[in-house]
């Protein structure tokens, strides 16, 4: 069985997490800045999570969830993209601010120059992906320009109703949703928010019991980068090289328990190399 103190006690982890929260969460992330399909630009790391969605779709709508979601335009971006492909889905969205989340519930933005740009007047000459050309198909249909503003843009009546928002506290999400539920948790500059290396690594676990087996946890490159030993000691693992920010909860107990029995092999040997 894994032991789950381990990374938890684990001192230079805490150190890592420690000083990348004073270094960069502090100065950048605790903001409410976010923007529609803000991670198209990393390795169209927005894109792949939807082709993965679509090899899941079936009669049954697929769960997702945006934990820290802001003003919502990561739910909204992903119902854009569900309704594009055909995908049934459910999407959900909390924050701890009331006042993002009412925010989000209006569905009134003022894009930004970069929004603009790749949903509602890309600029000719300049080459663009099928995935993005589809978001701003499917953009068309369900916002509209609002007003005298040109950047301002209104969801419009009755559309991406499988969208729902809540006030609430990522350290929560498991009394938020049942176990095995979850096909998909968008967690991506958030986790600095939580300075206590108990509080998070509390988080991680939640995140692994409302998942569904085979689900997907998708963060940024950073929280990544030092986040990835106390999710593997979890028993999540990475199967897209890719995209190391995108960890899978394995699919069967099998799964588990041959990445452990790998694991401590691997220990083994680097001690007979060692003699």
């Not at 506290?169 to 968008?186: A, E, R």
């Not at 960890?247 to 029995?261: A, G, H, S, V, Y």
Request: glycine share 6%.
């Amino acid at each position: 069985m894994i032991n789950r103190l381990s990374i938890k006690n684990n001192i230079p982890f805490r150190a890592i997490h420690l000083n990348q929260y004073e270094r960069i969460g502090n100065e950048t992330v605790l903001n409410h800045k976010t923007s529609f399909f803000r991670y198209s630009d990393k390795e169209n790391t927005d894109a792949f999570v939807v082709s993965l969605l679509r090899r899941k779709n079936n009669n049954k709508p697929l769960t997702i969830v945006s934990a820290g979601c802001s003003f919502g335009e990561e739910v909204y971006s992903y119902a854009l993209a569900c309704e594009k492909y055909g995908i049934k889905a459910n999407i959900s969205g909390f924050d701890i601010s009331s006042t993002v989340i009412n925010e989000a519930k209006q569905g009134k933005y003022y894009l930004n120059e970069k929004e603009l740009d790749y949903l509602v007047k890309y600029q000719k000459g300049k080459k663009r992906t099928p995935f993005q050309k589809a978001m701003s198909d499917t953009f068309a249909r369900n916002f509209e320009q609002k007003g005298r503003h040109k950047n301002c843009y209104q969801l419009k009546n009755d559309k991406l109703t499988n969208c729902e928002f809540r006030l609430d506290d990522v350290k929560k999400i498991q009394t938020l949703y049942g176990k095995n539920s979850q096909d998909l948790i968008l967690c991506r500059y958030v986790l600095y928010h939580i300075p206590n290396i108990e509080e998070l690594y509390n988080v991680f676990g939640q995140f692994e019991k409302i998942l569904k087996p085979g689900g997907l946890l998708c963060l940024n490159d950073i929280e990544a980068k030092y986040y990835k030993e106390a999710l593997l000691t979890l028993g999540f693992i990475q199967p897209y090289k890719n995209y190391p920010w995108i960890f899978e909860k394995p699919k069967t107990r099998k799964d588990k328990l041959n990445d452990f029995i790998n694991s401590i092999e691997n220990f083994i040997n680097k001690g007979v190399n060692k003699k």
